[in-house]
């Protein structure tokens, strides 16, 4: 977080499209230069996964984040899960808010969805593919199973709370209902429909992930650049999110190298320079608050908690005080 900072606002929408809803978590700084983020998560998992990217983004232009149709507490539209079917609410959150060249980040199934709305649209210039999946050659859930749990054994216990807590609000019906779809989708063969420069992102520990699988979709895609970070796992994009953000500005400004390696002390997020009792209660507080009111239905309530947990952050890492 850079001295000239300043505090997220943050606003939750509601985009419908026929019976499928998304929920749009807005946050911004007021600071942007023009171009906007669009951010996917993965299979059951909340746009909660991306609260360190989210403001570091926000310093240089407005982030949409995006909790999906039968994800976060978000209730199922009776649609096929298909990927897609959740490109259909990216694109339509890009229309409706009528955003002009976004970025679009997607992560784990999430690089997936992405993947299909770059097929769909030749002017998008910029995206970032942060652990994709699936590698077709272990295209199974049992095998898919036993590469997660690999990787989950390097992450943090504050990763494992955000995913478990993610996964019970969506639920494991539709979790199982959702998970074939992503093992049939073939990545290598859509990644070259799309025209944008893209920028793929792994953690040195990702199991579901692998470098074979990285080194297939560079040769496919029309433009690429890989990098992997150091030390981290499948939750790269949280537990490593400083240095995600760097990758994903310096790709935008084309002033990055066709592949490297970045060490795991300048990519991952550091303690809170303002760490206390106090903070970390809050912390969790906003965290249940917005759990519960996720699980009621209650959009005020969620983003009443997402500003919280924001402004929380921000008091937390903000350089002085």
Request: neutral net charge.
């Amino acid at each position: 977080m850079s001295r000239e900072s300043r505090p997220t606002d943050v606003q939750v929408e509601t985009y419908r499209h026929g019976d499928a809803h998304t929920r749009v978590t807005r946050v911004t700084t007021g600071a942007g230069t023009g171009r906007s983020f669009v951010l996917v998560a993965g299979i059951g998992v909340a746009a909660t996964y991306f609260e360190f990217l989210a403001p570091l983004l926000a310093e240089h232009g407005e982030v949409y984040a995006l909790d999906l149709p039968g994800f976060a507490g978000v209730p199922a539209s009776g649609e096929q899960p298909t990927p897609s079917f959740f490109a259909d609410q990216v694109d339509g959150v890009i229309a409706h808010y009528d955003l002009d060249d976004p970025v679009l980040i997607g992560h784990s199934m999430g690089t997936q969805v992405v993947t299909e709305v770059l097929a769909r649209h030749p002017d998008l210039s910029h995206a970032v593919l942060v652990s994709p999946v699936v590698d077709e050659d272990e295209a199974n859930a049992f095998t898919q199973a036993v590469r997660f749990v690999q990787s989950t054994a390097r992450e943090s216990m504050h990763i494992a709370l955000t995913a478990v807590s993610a996964y019970l609000l969506c639920g494991f019906l539709y979790f199982f209902e959702t998970l074939p779809h992503m093992l049939r989708y073939r990545i290598s063969d859509r990644i070259g429909e799309g025209r944008a420069s893209l920028l793929l992102i792994r953690g040195e520990f990702d199991r579901p992930s692998p470098r074979r699988l990285h080194s297939r979709l560079v040769a496919r895609a029309l433009r690429a650049r890989r990098w992997e970070i150091e030390s981290a796992a499948h939750g790269v994009v949280n537990s490593h999110a400083v240095g995600v953000a760097e990758l994903v500005l310096r790709h935008v400004r084309d002033d990055l190298a066709a592949k490297g390696r970045m060490p795991a002390d300048e990519a991952a997020v550091p303690p809170a320079k303002h760490a206390d009792v106090r903070m970390v209660l809050g912390a969790m507080a906003s965290r249940l608050a917005e759990w519960i009111s996720a699980a009621r239905k209650d959009e005020t309530g969620v983003e009443r908690a997402k500003a919280r947990h924001a402004r929380v952050l921000w008091e937390a890492y903000r350089p002085g005080r």
